[in-house]
């Protein structure tokens, strides 16, 4: 266990006792979030993607070192394990270089050698590859040759010996892992078509790429291509430096037995070792690049996840569509539905007059005063005839809202049992109304895959990619808080601590008890013990408690400390309630954050965290970041011209570039080389999903429905 913590120390440049700290934390039960939050001192304020990042690597060298002991005893088992076998495995420093080691004592299936073996070859295949001086394969092979044993003649003894030593050179863990190292420095990758057809993989007909340069999509989207046999792909080494190197490994001198080893090499290289390492480097470019993926589908889930509330409004949302029309629904502030319709606005201007009428007086009637549009089928449609309908309606305005995964969430179990009265497709526009009102509590009712802002993400690995954005979606939750009383049980079941179980008994406690009015409620909940609560507990908030702390970030076992840091500052929580503790840092910074923690019995981070709660008691940490775009009119694809100067809101962010809204009914795409002035590796370096941007226009194909923006060529106000 000391390695494993003084191996996580050196790779997250964290000192070793934090790290410890950490690790003992997790095998307690603690779950990431609460880490982050309410340990702050035990680990140095470390945030949750480091935290996450230790607990995944936690998780491989646990596994490795599990897998090096089992490796060992079956090793042992055959009584062939050596001090210097053993410590080989021990020094290994990936699964992947303790399987390399293995591999000459793993049960295979049989094989050219070992049928060589059956027939008593492999000591003439020892003396060959001992190379001594004066001796001839022809002559040595003569000994061997039995009938009976199926070795007719010493061509047939020799063949079987090199047989054996192309083998024992493939299961060679030094020679695997030097020719792996050359094909990952100098190989390349190439692709051809697989057949005379154009198709999206066309840069990819003839395409060769070195690996160390190779881009995370290229090598997503060659893989599709040849899954859906577009391409044919192959990785490529010079074959005179990956022999030369294998025959500096093994050929000793110039004899006729060096000759020998010589050829056996070649075979063993062509047949057994290259196309071994082909398999091998194939599967960890796909690795590396699936990671990379799912690293940046991440990046991008959490800011969308995030955007800010556009909260206590009347909000119409439009589902729009051709067949079956554009869906309407409209809820209150808090999200109750309070009307649905359906209009039928591209059936011609008849039908296009008779929606605005019919919206127009739902607006008034409801009070609305904004309308999230969904960005599917016919949202340009439906954009135009709401800003033709806002027009007679001041004080109306709209918002694009990506629709990704409404369509799930509408025919799941889930809104089936939320809205048993509406049709599937009525319940897509509640869904998109709620977005534009509180993203983050609608969106978690959805699987984060359907939300669409990664790139090849049905073809990563499923269990990596759902544990990674689920990571995420409990972050998002968690950073904000969840009122205990309004919240859905798929929004609970994302706070730390709780269950899909105990998520659900929440709800039914207070369906059957009325709101909860403080958090120690919380322990009357069936299955919700000790050790959920003090998970769970500070993350949710009651708004309806005349304990002013339990709307707080403030956690339970820090209130005695919240209280005595007030005395001592000449407050009561009766001042927080009123607003009137806007002093509260500047006194604690005169009297010294160091004293007055230790005078409290808690750690400088918590006197900090407890002090901000303080001053804003039920505060929505989203409420910080830049509101989103909301308009009032609209421009077409034909309005753009190069050199427009716009504003908009990053959708998506991917290798090569970032996607924008900037209200026309096509993203634009800003390419990696038009994000900034300086290189960067990864346009996350510098913008996120939901950050509102300027760009300025590039190109416009409308018969190709391409935009090109840059935000670099922006021109200085």
Known sequence: MT????????????????????????????TIPFIARYRKELHGSMDDTTLRTLADRLTYLRNLAQRKEEVKNAVAGQEKLTDELAAAIDAAKT????????????????????????????????????????????????????????????????????????????????????????????????TVAAREEDSVYRLYYDFEQAIPKLAGHQILAINRGEKEEFLKASVAIDRSWALGLLWNRCVKGNSPCAAFVQTAAEDAYDRLIFPSLERETRSGLTDTAAEGAIRNFALNLKPLLMQPPVKGHVT???????????????????GKVLDTAVVYPTYGQRQKDEAIRKLSAMIRRHGVTHIAIGNGTASRETEQMAVEMIRDLPGVSYMIVNEAGASVYSASKLAAEEFPEYDVNLRSAVSIARRMQDPLAELVKIDPKAIGVGQYQHDMPQKRLDETLAGVVEDCVNAVGVDVNTASPSLLGRVSGLTAATARNIVKYREENGAFTTRKQL?????????????CAGFLRVPESKAILDNTGVHPESYGAAGELLTLCGYTLSDVAAGEIALLEQK?????????????????????????????PGRDVRDDLPAPILRTDVLDMKDLKPGMVLSGTVRNVVDFG?????????????????VCNKFIR??????????????????????????????KQVPKS
């Open 316 to 334: 119409m949302g439009l589902d729009p569509g051709y067949a079956h029309g554009c869906k309407v629904a409209v809820i209150d502030g808090t």
């Open 3 to 30: 390695d494993i913590i003084t191996t996580l120390a050196r790779e997250l440049k964290q000192p070793e006792q934090y790290v410890r700290n950490v690790v003992q934390l997790l095998d307690e039960g603690n």
């Open 523 to 535: 322990l009357k909940v069936p299955k919700l013990g000790p050790k959920a609560f003090e998970q």
């Open 658 to 674: 970032v996607f924008v809204d900037i209200g026309v009914h096509q993203d634009g795409l800003v390419h990696i080389s038009q």
């Open 95 to 190: 699964l992947a270089e303790v399987e390399d080691l293995y591999r000459p004592y793993k049960q295979k299936r049989r094989t050219r050698a070992t049928m060589a073996k059956e027939k008593g070859l492999e000591p003439l295949a020892l003396a060959i590859f001992a190379q001594e001086k004066g001796n001839d394969p022809a002559a040595l092979a003569v000994d061997y040759i039995d009938p009976e044993k199926g070795v007719e003649t010493a061509e047939d003894a020799l063949a079987g010996a090199s047989d054996i030593i192309a083998e024992m050179l493939s299961d060679d863990a030094a020679i695997r892992k030097e020719l792996r190292q050359l094909i990952g420095r100098k190989g390349t990758l190439r």
């Open 682 to 711: 990864h346009p996350s370096e510098v913008v996120s999903v939901g950050d509102v941007v300027k760009v300025v226009v590039l190109d416009v194909d409308e018969k190709k429905h391409r935009i090109s923006l840059s935000m």
């Open 588 to 616: 604690v910074k005169l009297l010294g954050e160091e004293k007055v923690a230790a005078k409290l019995g808690i750690g400088v981070p918590t006197l900090r965290d407890v002090v901000k709660e303080l001053l804003k």
